[in-house]
Structures are given as C-alpha cells and as structure tokens.
C-alpha cells in the first residue's frame, strides 16, 4: 500500500476510471452517512454510471490520485453557469463534491493536493468562486486552503420530492 505522496500519480480522472469512481464514491457515503440500505445502495449504483458518461468531461471534472493503478483519492468538481449576480458577476460556480481519500492514504496530503487541483483548475475555468459543504473531518482541511464560511441574508431551504 501507499507510504508516501512521491509514488501517486495526480491527474484529470476519465471515463475509464468510471467504475474506481463508483467505488470511492460509495466508499465516502458509507463513512459519511454510515451503513446505506440496500434500496439505497441499489439506486445509487444504477444512477452513477450514467451520470458519469453524462457529465464526466463535461462539466463535471474528477481530480484522482492513483497509485498502481488504484484510485488512492478523488475531488470531483461540477460547473454550473447561472443567472449572473453580485456573488457570481458572470455566473460561472463551481462545487466540489466526494472530496475522499482512502483511510490508508490519509494524512500524506493527497486531499490538500486533489482541492488544489481543482482550485486551479477552476481559475483557469474563470469561475467566481468554488463552495462545498463540509464534513466535520474536512473543514481544517477546507479553512487551511482558504475556504470561509458563506454567510448569506438567505435561509437555505429544500423542498423533498
């Protein structure tokens, strides 16, 4: 297994990482929202695939560090372009979604190198700005790199379908 940062490889996940992906992404919602009902499981591995074909290089980016072959950490991004405002003078945002490192490649720096990945990459892109919602074991993480708290005069609210 890894011991080190100097044998991953960093770089822009393609389509043919799709099934590693998958993998990662229910790796981190398992640990995030602990154990998932079958039914559960069952729905979120029949949207993946397609959602990945869909958006995937497209304006969604996966940032990935690989070692042997196998993912060791993911950062995806997703790009949205929409109405123009004061937080967002030409509407282009940026949300980073499944920031996740295996538990054994954890604390060599992977998940501060994979944001960067992005944040650049999100400079390039000429976005606004990048937000996430933290989990209580990312947010050092997120405050070191320079994320802040967003503060807002509006009250996030959902309406479940």
């Not at 992404?25 to 602990?34: A, H, T, V």
């Not at 405002?85 to 720096?109: C, D, F, H, Q, W």
């Not at 993480?141 to 009250?155: C, I, K, V």
Request: proline share 2%; glycine share 8%; hydrophobic share 35%.
């Amino acid at each position: 297994m890894g011991k080190g940062i100097m044998k991953m490889i960093f770089r822009n996940g393609e389509r043919s990482d799709s099934a590693q992906l998958i993998e990662m992404r229910m790796e981190y919602l398992k640990e995030d929202w602990g154990t998932l009902t079958e039914e559960q499981e069952t729905a979120i591995r029949k949207q993946l695939p397609d959602y990945l074909e869909r958006h995937l290089g497209e304006n969604l980016t996966a940032y990935v560090a690989e070692e042997n072959g196998r993912l060791a950490g993911t950062v995806l991004m997703m790009v949205v372009e929409k109405l123009a405002g004061p937080s967002a003078i030409n509407g282009k945002t940026g949300t980073l979604m499944n920031v996740y490192v295996r538990p054994e490649y954890r604390k060599l720096g992977l998940g501060a190198k994979l944001v960067t990945m992005a944040l650049e990459d999100a400079r390039r892109k000429e976005l606004c700005h990048v937000d996430l919602h933290a989990t209580v074991q990312g947010k050092k993480l997120y405050e070191y790199l320079g994320f802040e708290r967003s503060e807002s005069h509006y009250t996030p609210m959902v309406f479940k379908l």
